[in-house]
């Protein structure tokens, strides 16, 4: 069944109509060989790809091993959440102060956490250049505008996606040193991988963001970029991302929008859920998942108009495919021999909405995160987040909310 906020966003474009761009056609072939233009074909994975997951598996999964040089390997799983990412960017500057982050060895992300991955993968030394990012003038101008201006772009975004505010926050971070950051990372081993949505097959596809690093030049910085602007790409506020691909002689577009509409949060493509996939490489990893969002909400009044409709109908959506997404990595990580570690915005945190790009709404979310996790309270187990969400009804929204273990676990 699709989901209601779908369903309604379907109605507002038939009622509307859409605006269009030339592309060409999509490729025919629900799994086939075009590719982006001098990449290979190991730079992304159809995540319902049996075969080039089963191809590609062994020298990722050795590679993160080999990368694990304290004998433990860490991943880090970000989610999406919008304006929620400045909650990651504070969680992880917070883990940097107090000397208790990890070099991670993947890092995977979808949506505004697609945004975080590269700077969380590059470590502390890009600490000043995340914050800026998530908190900076150029944020706030992602949805700066009024409601009137924010319902036009709902009812129909123009444009090509380099007119917009997205496209330029990316592009601005989105450097040389970036990506030649990223490439020596990945030579060690380490993965970045981020989800986009191919609306032409209806399928999640992860990319590998640091063999595209590898690649080198500016076509590697360009896909690098255009790969996190689609992943965060909302449909319907931001214009889809077309990636030109080619199969032999024949060249094709497709369209990709944000990876947050098939998936909120990952650690491992859906094949490996499928099929149960055993990676003896794994066991005894450390997955932490920072989740850009609040599992649970305090009752708010939900006024009668379209964007307030529009924005709370995504959030619910966002929420509860974001538990589903938790229960599903539960699961591996109990198969798979793992720790399993999650943070989460609490109930009780004043948050007005994910398209709020105020300054000192993400600044105020991103110094919380920061100071929770600089005194030791960010994490969570999954017993605990689940405890505090059953009883999130008893929670209202407070100017001094706790720290996620300490409304997770009072008795601390």
Not at 105 to 113: D, P
Not at 222 to 241: C, I, Q, Y
Not at 286 to 312: E, F
Not at 353 to 380: E, N, R, T, V
Request: aromatic share 6%; net charge neutral; glycine share 8%.
């Amino acid at each position: 069944m699709r989901s209601k906020s779908t369903l309604l966003i379907l109605g507002v474009l038939v009622l509307t109509g859409c605006q269009t761009a030339p592309r060409r056609p999509a490729p025919p072939e629900l799994i086939g060989a075009a590719m982006p233009i001098g990449f290979p074909s190991s730079v992304r994975l159809v995540t319902t790809d049996l075969l080039t997951f089963t191809a590609l598996a062994p020298d990722f999964f050795s590679g993160i091993h080999a990368a694990a040089t304290d004998g433990t390997v860490d991943i880090l799983a970000l989610s999406g959440g919008g304006s929620g990412g400045a909650y990651g960017a504070g969680a992880l500057a917070g883990m940097t102060r107090a000397h208790a982050r990890p070099q991670f060895e993947m890092v995977t992300g979808v949506s505004a956490g697609a945004l975080l991955a590269p700077f969380a993968f590059l470590g502390p030394a890009w600490d000043t250049r995340m914050q800026q990012a998530f908190t900076g003038e150029r944020s706030a101008r992602l949805l700066h505008s009024p409601t009137r201006s924010i319902l036009s772009r709902l009812l129909s975004p123009r444009g090509l996606p380099h007119h917009n505010a997205l496209f330029q926050l990316v592009d601005h971070f989105v450097t040389p040193q970036m990506i030649g950051a990223v490439a020596r990372e990945a030579g060690k081993g380490r993965r970045l991988v981020v989800a986009t949505t191919d609306l032409d097959k209806h399928e999640t596809v992860l990319w590998n963001l640091g063999e595209i690093a590898q690649h080198g030049g500016e076509a590697a910085r360009t896909l690098f970029r255009d790969v996190l602007v689609a992943s965060a790409s909302v449909p319907g506020v931001f214009a889809p991302v077309l990636i030109h691909v080619r199969d032999g002689d024949r060249e094709y577009d497709e369209m990709h929008v944000d990876g947050g509409v098939t998936t909120s949060v990952f650690s491992m493509p859906l094949i490996v859920g499928i099929q149960s996939t055993e990676l003896p490489l794994l066991r005894g990893a450390h997955l932490y998942m920072i989740v850009n969002g609040q599992l649970a909400r305090a009752p708010k009044t939900t006024p009668y108009n379209t964007v307030d409709i529009l924005s709370n109908a995504f959030a619910a959506e966002l929420t509860y495919k974001t538990r589903e997404a938790i229960v599903d990595n539960i699961a591996a990580s109990q198969r798979l021999g793992m720790a399993f570690s999650l943070t989460e915005i609490p109930v009780d945190y004043p948050q007005a909405s994910f398209i709020d790009f105020d300054q000192p709404h993400m600044q105020a979310l991103f110094d919380y995160a920061a100071g929770c996790a600089a005194k030791g309270l960010l994490w969570m187990t999954p017993a605990q987040s689940i405890r505090r969400n059953m009883t999130a009804h008893l929670a209202v929204a407070s100017a001094q909310p706790g720290c996620p273990l300490d409304a997770a676990d009072p008795a601390r």
